[in-house]
């Protein structure tokens, strides 16, 4: 049965920071990794898709990596803002997703 | 691009009560999924929905809750009757095949 680990659960980091959310997940043979963004009152946006067959995927400040033989994912984000204040979820599964429990981030101005 | 649309946002009802909530997915899209969220967990897919066939329904409550999509489109969750435990944000999400997943915001509900 896959398990999705997501640490830290929380992180505060003043605005300007380079930060990294960790994702570790228990079984391999995984078809797809994302990772999402879930404001307060909000459902999820989808930030990154990472395929088994990549490594990293890229999008403005975000940087996800995918190490498939450690079970692992980290998120990067560069120069945080404010604004990127909010909860964030990896999930891995091809149409069934398996979720980790979430980071939560607070920037501070 | 129109997104995921749900409704209703809130609900709040009494224990053994019934609620159904309501999903119109993404235009074209014929993979439909519906998520629990429980406050401070990840989702946890209920039931995924191909067109109108059902893929998988091996985590939904199938004594109390019940999900349909007529005409591989809409789609309705309902909870009859409802417990305290049920209460959590009810994702409705939908994808074309093997590609990123689109969730809408969420129908919230809370059972008293």
């Known amino acids: 049965k896959q398990e999705v680990t997501q640490i830290p659960a929380a992180l505060s980091v003043p605005e300007g920071e380079n930060l990294v959310l960790n994702c570790s997940f228990t079984?391999?043979?995984?078809?797809?990794l994302q990772w999402f963004r879930q404001d307060p009152g909000k459902g999820l946006t989808s930030l990154l898709l990472i395929q088994s067959s990549q490594r990293e995927q890229t999008s403005g400040r975000l940087n996800a990596s995918l190490d498939k033989s450690s079970g692992r994912s980290t998120l990067y984000i560069a120069a945080s803002q404010p604004g990127d204040s909010a909860t964030y979820l990896c999930?891995?599964?091809?149409?069934?997703?398996?979720f980790g429990t979430g980071t939560r981030l607070l920037v501070s101005p | 691009e129109a997104g995921v649309a749900q409704s209703p946002r809130y609900k709040i009802i009494e224990k053994r009560q019934s609620v159904a909530f309501w999903c119109n997915p993404i235009s074209g899209h014929a993979t439909l999924y519906w998520y629990q969220q429980i406050l401070g967990q990840g989702p946890k897919l209920l039931i995924q929905f191909q067109n109108n066939g059902v893929v998988d329904d091996s985590q939904l409550p199938k004594d109390r809750f019940s999900a349909e999509r007529l005409k591989g489109v809409d789609s309705t969750l309902k909870i009859q009757p409802a417990k305290l435990e049920d209460s959590a944000v009810y994702l409705c999400?939908?994808?074309?095949?093997?590609?990123?997943?689109?969730f809408g915001e969420g129908s919230w509900l809370t059972v008293v």
């Open positions: 999930a891995v599964g091809f149409q069934k997703l398996v």
């Open positions: 999400a939908s994808s074309l095949e093997g590609r990123r997943i689109y």
């Open positions: 079984d391999s043979a995984i078809y797809n």
